[in-house]
């Protein structure tokens, strides 16, 4: 392979951002795109082949232009710029950064991260219904929290309605000490979490109070008609269908609803059907009705959050593969 070499001026003001702590960003840079890089008095100089030192030159030009919008560069966007342009998908960075859904009450910017993050954001500005369908850390039920805020700050809806199954992940709800609220409270508290961060927890409780707000299990939305409301489920996957069914039954007139949901993490019991799973292969191909798959490549938690993700995703893979072999042998067994 050709060795070839580039340059490129770092602004001092940029530097220190696009390298990152202790250069980490660019020991990064080096370690998966096989090049060196060296910086000469504000000038950075990339050695190696000359298709990686193609792309990593893609990769700090896309920093560099982050950090000069005023952005803090992490961990998390140069591991996404990489992957980009390992697939000849430049610029993509710089596009999803333009999005900015809103700003959480200390003034940090609610943005998409990802090509797939953008995706479901975009759907959900087009679409009655969104399924929301990804690993843990995509971002699925933040996203949606703000954009039902944002909805709710512009008076494009009356109230916000957020609802998840109460269902034990290995504990009995009986056993929780308190009254029925406290039992349910652990259930509900990310919502809590993000209401707080996103709108700040004094105005959260105003909003609350005046039933502007409504966080609540699932079982609560029995029996009702919900109008002029952004309608949010999370935890999906933890429906029955007759739960999905009847929940999806409450929409009223100028709502929108975001379902969220893991189908890797289901916490029903041992054999019984999950919601979410029936209503892909029922809604599918209804107009008005979107799904967005979000996979590992869109986590934006810790990397390491993005490398178990991955993993299990793998393993899970494998195991299903060898579960088709060891059918295919019985059959062909019982045949012969």
Same mark, same amino acid.
């Given at each position: 392979?050709?060795?070839?070499?580039?340059?490129?001026?770092?602004? +001092?003001?940029?530097?220190?951002?696009?390298?990152?702590?202790?250069?980490?960003?660019?020991?990064?840079?080096?370690?998966?795109?096989?090049?060196?890089?060296?910086?000469?008095?504000?000038?950075?100089?990339?050695?190696?082949?000359?298709?990686?030192?193609?792309?990593?030159?893609?990769?700090?030009?896309?920093?560099?232009?982050?950090?000069?919008?005023?952005?803090?560069?992490?961990?998390?966007?140069?591991?996404?710029?990489?992957?980009?342009?390992?697939?000849?998908?430049?610029?993509?960075?710089?596009?999803?950064?333009?999005?900015?859904?809103?700003?959480?009450? %200390?003034?940090?910017?609610?943005?998409?991260?990802?090509?797939?993050?953008?995706?479901?954001?975009? +759907?959900?500005?087009?679409?009655?219904?969104?399924?929301?369908?990804?690993?843990?850390?995509?971002?699925?039920?933040?996203?949606?929290?703000?954009? +039902?805020?944002?909805?709710?700050?512009?008076?494009?809806?009356?109230?916000?309605?957020?609802?998840?199954?109460?269902?034990?992940?290995?504990?009995?709800?009986?056993?929780?000490? !308190?009254?029925?609220?406290?039992?349910?409270?652990?259930?509900?508290?990310?919502?809590?979490?993000?209401?707080?961060?996103?709108?700040?927890?004094?105005?959260?409780?105003?909003?609350?109070?005046?039933?502007?707000?409504?966080?609540?299990?699932?079982?609560?939305?029995? !029996?009702?008609?919900?109008?002029?409301?952004?309608?949010?489920?999370?935890?999906?996957?933890?429906?029955?269908?007759?739960?999905?069914?009847?929940?999806?039954?409450?929409? !009223?007139?100028?709502?929108?609803?975001?379902?969220?949901?893991?189908?890797?993490?289901?916490?029903? %019991?041992?054999?019984?059907?999950?919601?979410?799973?029936?209503?892909?292969?029922?809604?599918?191909?209804?107009?008005?009705?979107?799904?967005?798959?979000?996979? %590992?490549?869109?986590?934006?938690?810790?990397?390491?959050?993005?490398?178990?993700?991955? +993993?299990?995703?793998?393993?899970?893979?494998?195991?299903?593969?060898?579960?088709?072999?060891?059918?295919?042998?019985?059959?062909?067994?019982?045949?012969?």
């Amino acid at each position: 392979m050709e060795e070839v070499s580039e340059r490129i001026r770092v602004s +001092a003001k940029d530097q220190q951002n696009v390298f990152g702590q202790f250069d980490s960003h660019i020991k990064k840079l080096e370690r998966q795109l096989h090049v060196s890089i060296v910086d000469r008095n504000g000038e950075v100089q990339i050695n190696g082949g000359a298709p990686f030192v193609k792309k990593a030159k893609t990769v700090i030009q896309e920093l560099m232009e982050l950090s000069m919008r005023g952005n803090v560069i992490e961990e998390q966007n140069v591991d996404y710029a990489i992957t980009m342009s390992m697939e000849e998908n430049e610029d993509v960075l710089l596009e999803i950064e333009k999005e900015c859904i809103c700003h959480t009450i %200390s003034g940090k910017p609610i943005k998409p991260k990802t090509l797939g993050q953008k995706q479901y954001v975009d +759907a959900i500005r087009k679409n009655m219904i969104v399924f929301g369908l990804g690993p843990a850390g995509t971002g699925k039920t933040y996203l949606a929290m703000a954009m +039902a805020i944002t909805a709710f700050k512009n008076q494009e809806v009356e109230r916000i309605i957020l609802t998840r199954p109460a269902i034990e992940a290995g504990e009995k709800l009986g056993f929780l000490p !308190g009254d029925l609220q406290s039992k349910v409270d652990p259930y509900l508290r990310p919502l809590y979490d993000a209401l707080y961060q996103i709108m700040g927890a004094e105005n959260f409780m105003k909003n609350m109070e005046k039933g502007l707000i409504e966080v609540a299990p699932l079982a609560y939305m029995r !029996g009702r008609t919900l109008d002029n409301a952004y309608i949010i489920l999370d935890e999906a996957q933890n429906t029955t269908p007759a739960q999905m069914k009847m929940f999806l039954t409450r929409i !009223g007139f100028g709502s929108k609803v975001i379902v969220t949901g893991d189908a890797s993490q289901k916490d029903l %019991s041992p054999g019984t059907v999950s919601g979410l799973d029936v209503a892909h292969k029922v809604l599918q191909n209804i107009e008005g009705i979107e799904f967005c798959k979000m996979t %590992s490549r869109d986590v934006v938690r810790h990397p390491l959050v993005q490398k178990i993700v991955k +993993a299990y995703e793998n393993y899970e893979a494998r195991e299903n593969s060898s579960a088709k072999r060891r059918n295919r042998n019985t059959v062909y067994g019982k045949r012969k």
